[in-house]
């Protein structure tokens, strides 16, 4: 299947532990994103690399950091979690930087994490 | 500043009915309008996608419009099925950054 997949889709974790979430994409596209949906549900955007180059870095505590090894996988990596990072965390792809409206976002299931 | 406001921010209807739900933005400089449905546990999925030129887009029982001047965009949807309850997210694409601004969402939900 063509697709974003994010693993894990369900994360519970402590606070102050240090957690990673995957994402890979087989769809070809140059580009991928991290957002975040909070409990309001609004999307916003992390990071954003366009070939393993990072492109788009949002206010994020700097205990967020993405890591691309290759344009097909984008892996997000938080150290010491808060509670305040609970929320649901979406990978998304596009073939070019988002604003262009000849291209789509694909977005991944979602990692729904929890941190208590 | 860039925002997107959706309303209602939430309906029910009952199956086979039509609803329409409304957009507005300020993002400027504007270079699309998108609309997601989200099913609950899952990511986004495009329906339309608009640029400043297009005032209408259908995908199946969906139609979207956008009207450029006033900043305003409605989802229109046909003939509801139990399958269309989920959130409806207005997204706006700024040229200028590429980023996208999203809405909160309208929820959705269709009852037999």
């Known amino acids: 299947d063509t697709a974003v997949s994010q693993t894990p889709k369900y994360l519970v974790t402590q606070m102050g532990n240090d957690k990673s979430i995957k994402c890979e994409q087989n769809?070809?596209?140059?580009?991928m994103y991290w957002y975040k949906q909070d409990s309001k549900k609004f999307l916003k955007i992390m990071f954003s690399?366009?070939?393993?180059?990072?492109?788009i870095n949002e206010t994020v505590p700097n205990r967020f950091s993405p890591k691309s090894p290759d344009k097909a996988h984008l892996n997000l990596h938080i150290n010491s979690l808060e509670l305040g990072d609970s929320a649901v965390y979406f990978c998304?792809?596009?073939?070019?930087?988002?604003?262009?409206?000849?291209?789509?976002?694909?977005f991944g299931s979602g990692t729904r994490l929890t941190v208590v | 500043k860039n925002q997107v406001e959706q309303s209602p921010q939430s309906l029910i209807i009952l199956e086979g009915k039509n609803c329409t739900l409304q957009?507005?933005?300020?993002?400027?400089?504007?270079?699309?309008l998108r609309w997601y449905k989200q099913d609950t546990g899952r990511g986004p999925v495009s329906l339309t996608i608009?640029?400043?030129?297009?005032n209408t887009k259908s995908n199946g029982r969906y139609t979207a419009t956008l009207d450029a001047d006033t900043k305003q965009s409605s989802l229109h949807i046909t003939a509801s099925q139990l399958s269309d309850s989920a959130s409806y997210i207005c997204?706006?694409?700024?040229?200028?950054?590429?980023?996208?601004?999203f809405g909160q969402g309208t929820t959705l939900q269709v009852k037999p």
């Open positions: 608009m640029t400043f030129s297009e």
């Open positions: 769809l070809g596209h140059d580009t």
């Open positions: 997204v706006v694409g700024s040229s200028n950054t590429g980023k996208l601004i």
């Open positions: 957009c507005n933005y300020t993002v400027s400089p504007f270079s699309n």
């Open positions: 690399y366009n070939n393993k180059e990072l492109i």
């Open positions: 998304a792809s596009s073939q070019a930087l988002g604003g262009d409206p000849h291209y789509g976002y694909t």
